[in-house]
């Protein structure tokens, strides 16, 4: 029985290929007494749902939190999602940094969960398991022509410029004047912006050199917007609009036809979508001061909001080698409020250009087999979190509630993953005794042939890209390619 009570360092005497049953501690193994009151628990995901649970779950004053990341650097789509022109977006990074930074937490980064280890490895490790892995694929359209060389996901397009390995190499063509973003939301919007901006606005970003590069050189004068239904649905906010309109060197295309009636319909809805509508409506139907008129008579480029159109297919050029336009499908309103729909007139239309971005939504995928997951809605069936029919197995972030909302939302919802995490701790509904958390794990990883990034591996790293940022005034210059990363790090 004796040689049953494992210790926190005799790990590596387990076969690496099967952790000790759970449970199978025997009572009188006195040395894990401070440990009983330790609950292990991971989380799969290092943007804002796996830092905001970790936060969370960090109140329990003994829990130590092991935060799982495939990539090698942390913080997910703060660092590969938000606009490079948006760093106050950013500064989540310090409170998150501070989460990493407590004795009881741990990042490990180059960890791919559903690879390198898989979740019942997890699970056995660990009293508790939270999936935050967010959503890292992109909604298709569905039409004819969107494998055309000219069309890519705005998702794709975002990692581009924002520095995420996987997309590095899209050297998306911008040899063309007019581009057509499907979607009408806060990431078409700032893929439009970024085409738009003149280059020498993003020189003191943390756009990645490569992108910039191939900014300076566009030929795009002209972004379409487009969406299936009008001007009271789009999914973009005011912050993001008026940035738009403002933009330098560019000026807003607008339909007064699009607004009419808009006026009276108004009065009933949301005061944020009420404001959003106003600018929307004085933007399309104003006309503009002296030195507003004077900026838009000078600008060279121009961004505009197609309105009740829905994509039918992607028009090959002559040649049919690459994206020539896209056939969009005239559509009209049914329904009232949340449940107003496009529905085709029946009427077409096509709109020429050389380049096709979809903005559609971000799709999760699934995991691992042994996790539930709703591939109709992509997230995981859960309740409040807690995954439905497997105990001990929690999410948050989007792969729990959809891709939607910001990073406050991801906080709320995270914190509350959190909280029924420490609920269900308290009531006796976790395993009980003592767990090995990432001692087991890292023995499996080292006999996979696996190396972790730690949090002060990263802090190398960021030191790095901060000094290569310096000679060239920009706040960092992002280090792309994963190989290089582990190479600075000795691995």
Not at 137 to 142: I, P, V
Not at 181 to 208: F, K, M, S, W, Y
Not at 401 to 410: D, E, F, K, Q, S
Not at 413 to 421: A, C, I, V
Request: proline share 9%.
């Amino acid at each position: 029985m004796a040689s049953r009570c494992w210790r926190w360092w005799g790990w590596s005497a387990w076969p690496r290929t099967r952790l000790p049953p759970a449970g199978s501690t025997p009572s009188f193994c006195h040395h894990f007494s401070t440990q009983e009151k330790t609950p292990q628990i991971c989380v799969v995901g290092s943007g804002p749902a796996g830092f905001y649970t970790a936060q969370h779950l960090l109140k329990h004053p003994q829990a130590h939190v092991d935060i799982y990341e495939k990539q090698p650097v942390p913080f997910g789509l703060v660092r590969f999602g938000v606009a490079p022109d948006h760093p106050e977006v950013k500064n989540v990074i310090n409170t998150f940094t501070q989460t990493a930074h407590s004795g009881r937490c741990a990042f490990w980064g180059n960890v791919e969960v559903g690879r390198d280890v898989t979740v019942p490895e997890l699970q056995e490790a660990y009293h508790a398991v939270v999936l935050s892995y967010g959503a890292e694929d992109h909604r298709a359209l569905e039409i004819p022509g969107e494998e055309l060389p000219g069309v890519c996901s705005a998702r794709a397009f975002v990692g581009w410029y924002n520095g995420l390995p996987e997309n590095q190499e899209l050297e998306p063509d911008l040899s063309c004047d007019t581009a057509v973003i499907l979607g009408q939301g806060n990431v078409a919007l700032d893929v439009a912006r970024i085409l738009l901006t003149p280059p020498e606005h993003l020189e003191r970003t943390d756009i990645t050199k490569a992108a910039l590069g191939v900014l300076r050189q566009s030929r795009v004068k002209t972004v379409w917007l487009v969406g299936r239904r009008g001007p009271l649905q789009v999914a973009f906010t005011i912050k993001e609009l008026r940035e738009m309109i403002q933009l330098p060197g560019a000026r807003p295309i607008l339909d007064p036809v699009d607004f009419l009636g808009l006026q009276d319909k108004i009065k009933e809805v949301p005061r944020p979508r009420k404001r959003l509508t106003e600018l929307l409506l004085r933007t399309a139907t104003e006309k503009p001061g002296p030195a507003e008129a004077a900026r838009q008579a000078s600008a060279s480029r121009a961004w505009g909001l197609r309105f009740f159109r829905s994509p039918q297919q992607v028009l090959p050029s002559p040649d049919g080698r690459r994206a020539a336009g896209v056939r969009l499908a005239v559509t009209r309103l049914e329904g009232v409020d949340e449940a107003t729909r496009a529905v085709p007139t029946g009427d077409m239309e096509d709109l020429p250009c050389g380049l096709v971005l979809s903005s559609i939504g971000y799709k999760s995928r699934p995991v691992d087999p042994s996790v539930p997951f709703d591939s109709k809605l992509g997230v995981i069936p859960n309740v409040e979190g807690r995954v439905m029919d497997v105990p001990g197995l929690y999410c948050s972030g989007w792969v729990k509630r959809g891709p939607t909302g910001v990073i406050a939302t991801t906080m709320t919802d995270s914190f509350l993953t959190g909280q029924m995490l420490l609920q269900d701790l308290k009531a006796g509904l976790l395993p009980s005794g003592p767990r090995p958390g990432y001692a087991a794990i890292q023995a499996l990883l080292s006999s996979r042939g696996v190396r972790p990034v730690s949090f002060s591996d990263w802090e190398k790293l960021d030191a790095e890209e901060v000094a290569r940022g310096q000679g060239t005034g920009k706040p960092r210059e992002k280090l792309v390619d994963p190989q290089e990363m582990l190479r600075l790090l000795g691995h």
